[in-house]
């Protein structure tokens, strides 16, 4: 069993670019203007419990197939590109080792609690909603979902937008999703992330508080995406995209 995704061709020799979608997203989240990219391979994939992975039950990170989904590929070299939920399955997998990573770039995603005090107190908040999730309306639960402090930036018209968008999902693996990879079963990554060789670069909306103080704990490059809040690419797609770019210019050519 692999992850289903959608690849784009690209410019030989140029390593491939992997992209893993949030929480109660799906591959196409990461549709990011092509003029900036289009000489990477690109490689999209739905995560375990959504899109066309949603028959894809899984009990912890270990068991995220991300590996095993790669060698269907033919994937030897690339590059994670993970927005939270997505940018702590890249960092997990970073912290493994596995050879052919040679670049990593997160956004707005957690490395891990600190301690148990904290862990119990989110795995009770994430059974709560994973109960909301399996037995009532999708509609109601990521209207309420979405008033939480990290999507405070959000308009009215930005958050309407993504309940519809998010309610076409299936509650039952999304509720199985969120509690086998909760924060609260995730190990801190903090000290791990700080021994991985490849590069490691970390976006943050202007707008997200949270995840810019998250971003100077880590042993990462920075990088502030203006006029955006938690879900950057969402809100100003065209500055992630070029901050992509830009990234992996000065990163490959200089391990020429």
């Known amino acids: 069993m692999i992850l289903q995704g959608t690849h784009c061709t690209g410019a030989a020799g140029k390593p491939w670019l992997v992209f893993l979608h949030g929480f109660s997203g799906d591959r196409l989240e990461w549709q990011l203007p092509e003029a900036c990219l289009g000489d990477y391979p690109r ?7 959504h899109g066309e992975s949603a028959h894809v039950a899984v009990h912890d990170f270990n068991d995220i197939l991300l590996n095993r989904t790669l060698l ?7 590059w994670l590109v993970g927005y939270s939920l997505g940018g702590r399955i890249a960092m997990y997998h970073a912290c493994q080792r596995p050879k052919g990573l040679q670049g990593l770039i997160v956004e707005g995603a957690h490395p891990g609690l600190r301690d148990d ?4 107190r989110r795995r009770a908040s994430d059974a709560h909603w994973a109960a909301r999730f399996r037995h009532e309306p999708l509609e109601a639960v990521f209207a309420d979902w979405y008033q939480q402090p990290v999507f405070a930036s959000l308009t009215d018209a930005q958050r309407r937008a993504l309940v519809a968008l998010r309610s076409r ?17 995730q190990p801190d990554l903090r000290a791990a992330l700080a021994e991985c060789a490849v590069p490691f670069f970390y976006l943050y909306g202007e707008r997200d508080d949270k995840f810019r103080a998250i971003a100077r704990e880590l042993p990462a490059i920075g990088h502030q995406i203006s ?15 070029e901050r992509l770019a ?3 210019r000065l990163s490959i050519k200089d391990t020429l």
């Open 43 to 49: 490689l999209y994939l739905d995560l375990p419990g």
């Open 72 to 78: 269907s590929y033919n994937i030897l070299t690339y």
């Open 117 to 120: 005090d904290e862990r119990a």
């Open 169 to 185: 999902n299936n509650g039952a693996t999304l509720a199985a999703m969120l509690q086998a990879t909760s924060l609260a079963e």
């Open 227 to 241: 006029h955006a809040g938690h879900n950057a690419h969402r809100e100003n797609p065209v500055a992630v995209a």
């Open 246 to 248: 830009q990234i992996l």
